[in-house]
């Protein structure tokens, strides 16, 4: 099988069972502080992307990993750390989440509050990653080391915006505006 030479193959068609029910709720539904994030991922034509999947890991309200091998204890109950929203015919995404605390640093600094993210879409050979930065935490975002790393004019890719009571958050693939993607 062949695939359009404009399109790098194999086709990335999203999987039965990769997307799930609750999948976006990285947080249940009532959760004190919980804010719901949404976004649209756009390829680079400025065109949804209908078939994208968006992971998310993130800490904890109290900056703290549902993992074993964070050394700093239990994470808030009812936190699973981990989300995953599948795009809709519009390349729509949404998560509900709590704003994460702010994690150590080796220095003894703090990361600002972040949520990494994970792109994987159509034409992508690996997967894509990036952050997504809090609007109100203008002083944490100045001193976060990653977010200072990124030239001053792109880091404005990296924050949500506030949209009412929810945040927003798109994800360019390329082009005008394109979203920062670190190269782990």
Known sequence: MTTPSQTVGPFFEMPNGLPWPDGPGVVPEGTPGAVVIRGVVYDGAGQPVPDAMIETW????????????????????????????????????????????????????????????????????????TRIYWPDEEQANAADPVLSAVPAELRHTLIARRDGDELRFDVRLQGDGETVFFDL
């Open 58 to 129: 993130q800490a904890s309200a109290t900056g703290r990993f549902d993992h074993p091998d964070d050394p700093r204890g239990a994470v808030d109950e009812g936190f699973r750390g981990f989300g995953r929203s599948a795009t809709d015919t519009e390349g729509r995404f949404w998560l509900r989440t709590v704003k994460p605390g702010p994690l150590p640093t080796p220095d003894g600094g703090a990361e600002a509050p972040h949520i990494d993210v994970t792109v994987l879409a159509r034409g992508l050979l690996q997967r894509l990653v």
